[in-house]
């Protein structure tokens, strides 16, 4: 039986995508950049910042 390496598409998530090289555990992350979805509300939560602002400084769609 041979293993698909390739990401599977998720279904639902427009700016989420699997990030092949985080096998276990899986982990979504920005589509187009090298961030995980995880690191974004981590780095939100330590700053206390609101939404609008992580966009803003981090150049994302709301």
């Not at 096998?23 to 206390?48: C, D, E, F, I, T």
């Not at 609101?50 to 150049?59: D, I, K, L, Q």
């Amino acid at each position: 039986m041979a293993v698909s390496t390739a990401p599977r598409a998720l279904v639902g998530y427009e700016y989420l995508e699997a990030k092949p090289y985080k096998r276990w555990p899986r982990q979504l992350g920005l589509k187009g950049r090298n961030m995980l979805a995880s690191h974004l509300v981590a780095v939100m939560r330590a700053n206390s910042s609101t939404v609008e602002e992580t966009a803003r400084n981090y150049e994302l769609p709301i």
